[in-house]
Nanobody
Framework: QVRLVESGGGLVQAGGLLSLSCTAS?????MGWFRERPGKEREFVGA??????AIYGYNMDQFIVAREKAKNTLALQMNNARLNDTAVYYC??????????????????WGQGTQVTVSS
């Protein structure tokens, strides 16, 4: 079992920057971020696999994911925040294959989520 704990959510102004962090209770193959906007399905933001490759979701180029393996942490930096980035952001961990990074079912473990609200 892996426990994931997210931190860093909150309020950010449009155009600003916000950083999230996720800490896993033990090492996992892939760690990633998803988000769930109001009324929308959970969508893939980005992930880093066991060899350090960063993979991003569609139209997620304002995000940067970074992983510190020694500390089992995964960071997410949101640049140029937009109103429609308001969402609950979830950390996920598991062993997705190369074609499944963006699939929620490919991740075994999930954090509880952290709310990010972008204000105008």
């Amino acid at each position: 079992q892996v426990r994931l704990v997210e931190s860093g959510g909150g309020l950010v102004q449009a155009g600003g920057l916000l950083s999230l962090s996720c800490t896993a209770s033990r090492r996992t193959e892939t760690m990633g971020w998803f988000r769930e906007r109001p009324g929308k399905e959970r969508e893939f933001v980005g992930a880093i696999n066991r060899v350090g490759d960063a993979i991003y979701g569609y139209n997620m180029d304002q995000f940067i994911v970074a992983r510190e393996k020694a500390k089992n942490t995964l960071a997410l930096q949101m640049n140029n925040a937009r109103l429609n980035d308001t969402a609950v952001y979830y950390c996920a961990a598991g062993s997705p294959d190369s074609g499944s990074y963006y699939r929620t079912w490919a991740y075994e473990y999930w954090g509880q989520g952290t709310q990010v609200t972008v204000s105008s």
